[in-house]
């Protein structure tokens, strides 16, 4: 494989995570990448930020963004040059979702035996429901309270804390 397309296999030997066979270590990696992803949500601010992923085996941090100006396209390239892989055609932003989140009634939803266990803020733009209850039928109510495309749905099992019999768990 080219340098170009290498990407970096880490190895847990159960004990340590080893680095790559070229000589790559994984934490420097994140702590590079990590500094650039913060940059990123900083030059894209709350009007266009939408979530990111590191990509330690490629070096690069995937970005979602929506409609974010060329300007801000062209400042992230220039803080960090090759770094970024950019998607900015997320269909809602970061603080869309938590604002969406924050503003359901999850009590209302269990009488209505829609048993929301998990939600949260995809990073490519999408709120993630995740329901122990009939999928299709939560799918059914959310779409017709909120018709702008915002969900993907998941079977989701409750999620158990120690002293908590059940509690709902942002993702």
């Known amino acids: 494989m080219s340098e170009a397309t290498h990407e970096h296999a880490f190895v847990w030997d159960g004990q340590e995570l080893l680095p790559c066979a070229c000589g790559a270590d994984m934490m420097a990696i994140e702590s590079v990448l990590s500094a650039a992803a913060d940059d990123a949500r900083r030059a894209a601010g709350e009007a266009h930020y939408t979530g990111c992923r590191l990509r330690q085996e490629s070096e690069a941090v995937e970005l979602w963004m929506c409609d974010a100006p060329s ?9 960090h040059p090759g770094v970024y892989v950019i998607h900015n055609d997320a ?3 970061l603080s869309e979702l938590l604002k969406l989140m924050h503003s359901i009634d999850l009590s209302a939803l269990r009488s209505r035996a829609i048993e929301v266990n998990r939600i949260g803020p ?6 993630l429901i995740g329901v122990g209850t009939d999928v299709a ?12 495309d915002l969900f993907r749905f998941t079977a989701a099992e409750p ?12 993702v």
């Open 71 to 79: 300007q801000v396209l062209q400042e992230l390239e220039a803080i």
């Open 91 to 93: 269909p809602h932003t």
């Open 122 to 127: 995809e990073t490519d733009g999408y709120l």
């Open 137 to 148: 039928i939560a799918q059914a109510w959310f779409e017709a309270e909120y018709p702008d």
């Open 159 to 170: 999620v158990i804390h120690r002293g908590w019999p059940r509690c709902v768990e942002p």
